[in-house]
């Protein structure tokens, strides 16, 4: 079964630094999504991604993040300077329309 | 926010047991959906309930929708101890565009005893 997946699993970076997360969603799911997870608390909606543009965003979805999908297959997540509190699980997910959601493992993210 | 909140957060029972989880959210929905969540993993997708529907089964699952009380719930009969994960109710809304935003609740974190 085709599945989403993420790369890396672990990135350990400094603070101010900028990360990249990957993702490669099912290949002919449209919509996309980031979604993320501070430890042992609840999983957020970041950002959805649909017809190569921003559909909704959240709140913590700042000028920092920016997302990409810059050759038909991957999906980026990038945060340009990293604080102490964006350490988290962040998670990739895809969708065909008005169905369930495909979930990557996650890139657990710890700034330092 | 229409925003799903799980209720209990926390959930202990001897395996053979049933297990109820349920959800309650705030404003209109196209669906509702239910995942599972092992330590330190990924989301696994378990069950969607569309807003015109009462109730589900899938396997030893079986989810109910109450769309004028605004809640659903989960029920995991005959309890494994593989069945311990955290579980979370997600609230779909479609937006514009063919758009549509997928907001978790906090979660209900079940522990099967062996």
């Known amino acids: 079964e085709p599945e989403v997946t993420q790369t890396p699993s672990h990135q350990v970076t400094q603070m101010g630094q900028e990360v990249i997360l990957r993702c490669v969603p099912i290949s002919n799911h449209l919509y996309f999504y980031w979604y993320r997870q501070i430890l042992g608390q609840k999983v957020e909606f970041l950002v959805s991604f649909y017809n190569n543009e921003i559909s909704e965003k959240s709140e913590i979805f700042d000028d920092q993040f920016s997302v990409e999908r810059p050759d038909g297959s991957n999906f980026t997540l990038k945060i340009r300077s990293t604080k102490l509190e964006d350490s988290a699980m962040y998670f990739c997910a895809s969708t065909a329309y008005n169905s369930p959601l495909h979930f990557g493992n996650g890139t657990r993210l710890t700034v330092t | 926010s229409q925003q799903g909140e799980e209720d209990p957060q926390a959930l202990s029972i001897q395996e053979g047991e049933n297990a109820t989880m349920n959800c309650s959210y705030k404003t209109s929905i196209n669906n509702l959906q239910w995942y599972r969540q092992n330590s330190g993993r990924g989301l696994v997708h378990l069950i969607l309930?569309?807003?015109?529907?009462r109730e589900k089964h899938s396997g030893r699952l079986r989810v109910t929708l109450d769309t004028s009380k605004k809640s659903s719930s989960l029920l995991i009969t005959a309890s494994r101890a593989a069945d311990t994960a955290s579980y979370f109710c997600?609230?779909?809304?479609?937006?514009?565009?063919?758009?549509?935003?997928?907001?978790f609740g906090k979660g209900t974190k079940l522990s099967v005893i062996p």
């Open positions: 997600a609230t779909v809304f479609l937006l514009g565009a063919g758009s549509y935003q997928l907001t």
């Open positions: 309930i569309r807003s015109n529907e």
